[in-house]
């Protein structure tokens, strides 16, 4: 049997997560079989096995790449990607990656593993960016850790709105949620001189 290099095996496994996490979006965890995203990868079912021994493992790399992706762009300008990710949830190509989103964290119910990985995808960017954040000069009495994940819950919140109703108007959301998250963050102005 010939040798797989890693590019071929990363491009096949791309292939099969790409074709589970459309059928997920499409049709949920449970409602998804494995013969279906066989059918959608236009791979062999042995193939399928040979890279993942489950859904919930195929569930669990979906959700590792998504944060590791998330994670990165946080790393890098927390403001920046903050308002990126609000802005990003008005990309209508987008939208099956929101309703997977929502059958992860559902799935969180169900399964400790998958809420120990989601959990540590929330976890981690926020003590990042509540470390970054708390080397900057922050009015008196803020309690980093609770503003970070209060904007947290707003993403999420507007995520899910984002799935309910395609009429909201992601781009003044956006903007109205970064104001706040500089207003929330910005130190005081200096006093006057007495």
């Not at 193939?47 to 998504?66: G, N, P, Q």
């Not at 809420?115 to 926020?126: E, I, T």
Request: charged residues 25%; contains cysteine.
């Amino acid at each position: 049997m010939p040798k797989v290099d890693d590019a071929h095996f990363a491009a096949r496994r791309r292939q099969i997560l790409d074709a589970a996490a459309a059928c997920f979006a499409r049709e949920g965890f449970h409602r998804t079989s494995v013969q279906d995203i066989v059918r959608e990868s236009g791979v062999s079912a042995g193939l399928v096995y040979r890279y993942f021994t489950s859904k919930d493992d195929m569930i669990a790399a979906i959700v590792a790449e998504r944060h590791e992706q998330r994670e990165r762009r946080l790393r890098e300008d927390p403001f920046a990607a903050y308002a990126d990710l609000l802005r990003g949830l008005a990309d209508p190509a987008g939208r099956d990656a929101l309703r997977l989103s929502l059958q992860v964290w559902a799935e969180t119910v169900r399964s400790e593993p998958i809420r120990a990985l989601v959990r540590s995808g929330v976890d981690r960017p926020a003590s990042h960016a509540a470390d970054l954040l708390a080397g900057n000069p922050l009015p008196p009495g803020v309690d980093v850790d609770a503003v970070v994940r209060i904007f947290i819950a707003v993403y999420q919140g507007l995520l899910l709105q984002t799935v309910l109703d395609d009429t909201l108007d992601h781009e003044r959301l956006a903007a109205a949620a970064e104001h706040l998250l500089r207003a929330a963050l910005s130190p005081p102005p200096p006093s006057p001189p007495q």
